[in-house]
């Protein structure tokens, strides 16, 4: 947990800013939009000149109903332009700017939030800690230390997404205490749980459930069934369903088996050869450091990194880098 007074401090220096762009990351999810137009919609309030900038096509629909999804912009007319050189960019959620789809060097002045392992250090008065289980859980904590009033139902409802969704609706081993006092606040501050869950969980369309299928039947078992590997590929898919592919969530399914200690997911992107891997674990092993070796990084227990190889050889290289993980958890 961050102190108050570090809070106060970095919170403080924010609202003294002319501009403020906050950074999504690439592909993102409830807790950099939660934080994002969370973070965005205080500081509007306050008076500060606050945008939020996502440098890719891929706006998650599900999010679409946290106010301020429909002012995200790319940015791009702004970012190196010398007229905006005294902007404050944040990077939120992610471990650097790297990640945002812009380039490092495009900023005169970084700052970050984030709850992730490692990564860029911007300035003394980024907030980064990786004991909370979301980003809006920090940002829940500067804001209530700027000021707590000023949790309106809107702010509240994009910090409680986050939060709901990086928990994985508090099931995590990330869920502790201070998650559901949060929670709890959020919505005494008119967040309300089932509208986000049902908003973010309960809109699909049928062609979910032919992806869903097509997840289920790719699953593979290694290492006498304690690593489960999902292959998705878009050309497994009927045509009237690629356009689809990639836009869900089923890394999670094979964890709920018993005999799984490390649900593994390789995901094709439409570039032939580029994979986006990611995987999970359920405490006990370190699947942060597999994705580290390879590139990428994220949680103790949930992480990524993209990768560039045949399917086979890429394959064989991730399950040797988690067989390793397994025996050094001692499994
Ligand atoms: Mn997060």
Redesign the pocket.
């Known amino acids: 947990m961050i102190e108050q007074s570090r809070l106060k401090k970095t919170g403080r220096f924010i609202l003294e800013q002319k501009r403020v762009r906050l950074m999504l990351h690439k592909h993102p999810?409830g807790?950099?939009m939660g934080?994002c137009l969370g973070l965005a919609r205080f500081l509007a309030a306050k008076g500060v000149d606050v945008g939020v900038f996502g440098n890719f096509e891929d706006r998650p629909a599900k999010f679409d109903f946290l106010p301020g999804f429909e002012d995200i912009v790319t940015g791009r007319d702004e970012i190196g332009n010398a007229e905006f050189a005294d902007t404050l960019y944040m990077v939120v959620?992610s471990t650097g700017a790297d990640r945002t789809g812009f380039a490092e060097g495009d900023f005169r002045r970084q700052l970050r939030i984030?709850?992730?392992i490692g990564g860029a250090e911007y300035d003394d008065l980024d907030l980064v800690d990786t004991s909370y289980a979301?980003?809006?859980l920090l940002i829940a904590d500067l804001l209530r230390v700027l000021d707590e009033s000023a949790i309106d139902e809107g702010v509240a409802t994009c910090l409680y997404t986050?939060l709901m969704t990086?928990t994985g609706g508090f099931r995590y081993s990330s869920t502790d205490a201070h998650a559901f006092r949060t929670a709890a606040f959020l919505v005494e501050a008119g967040a309300d749980p089932a509208y986000c869950a049902n908003l973010v969980n309960d809109r699909r369309n049928p062609q979910y459930l032919t992806l869903l299928a097509n997840a289920i039947n790719s699953v593979s078992y290694h290492e006498d069934g304690k690593v489960a590997l999902l292959l998705l590929r878009p050309e497994d898919l009927p045509e009237a369903v690629r356009p689809e592919f990639g836009k869900d969530e089923f890394i999670n399914l094979p964890r709920s088996l018993e005999s799984v200690r490390v649900v593994v997911q390789m995901k094709k992107s439409l570039k032939d050869g580029d994979w986006k891997v990611g995987f999970r674990g359920k405490g006990e092993v370190n699947v942060q450091a597999v994705a580290a070796d390879l590139g990428g990084g994220g949680h103790f227990s949930a992480s990524g990194c993209e990768l560039v190889g045949p399917q086979d050889e890429t394959m064989e290289r991730v399950l040797a880098r988690v067989a390793q993980a397994l025996r050094e958890a001692g499994l």
Do not use: E, F, K, L
Request: net charge negative.
């Open positions: 999810d807790d950099v934080s959620d984030d709850h992730h979301a980003t809006t986050g990086d």
